[in-house]
Nanobody
């Protein structure tokens, strides 16, 4: 059974930083690309970032480029999202997600994932 468990969210002031983690189990983590997706209050899902299975290739939504960094530790089966220079508009529930597909291009700018974590709340105060 695939399990994705996010942690690291919280309340932070504008300009602050947080590091989200996603502990994965139940599948061969190092084989799959992984993504972060967020949902702001009253809004739909928004793709944030994807990292390739080996961690070399990454993509970001324009609004977080230069501020967020996605990474992974395949030895620890863990996905990360380092978030710096946080803004109030980054306030959302953040989810890590995967698909059945191993194809990186199936993950980028997509929100139709099969497996999701429970999410972690990030709140940025102004």
């Amino acid at each position: 059974e695939v399990q994705l468990v996010e942690s690291g969210g919280g309340l932070v002031q504008t300009g602050g930083s947080l590091r989200l983690s996603c502990a994965a189990s139940g599948f061969t983590f190092s084989t799959y690309p992984m993504s972060w997706v967020r949902q702001a209050p009253g809004k739909g899902l928004e793709w944030v970032s994807t990292v390739s299975n080996g961690g070399v290739v990454t993509n970001y939504v324009d609004s977080v480029k230069g501020r967020f960094t996605i990474s992974r530790d395949n030895a620890k089966n863990t996905l990360y999202l380092q978030m710096n220079s946080l803004k109030p508009e980054d306030t959302a529930v953040y989810y890590c997600a995967k698909k059945e597909s191993l194809l990186y291009s199936d993950y980028v700018r997509r929100t139709d994932y099969r497996d999701w974590g429970q999410g972690t709340q990030v709140t940025v105060s102004s």
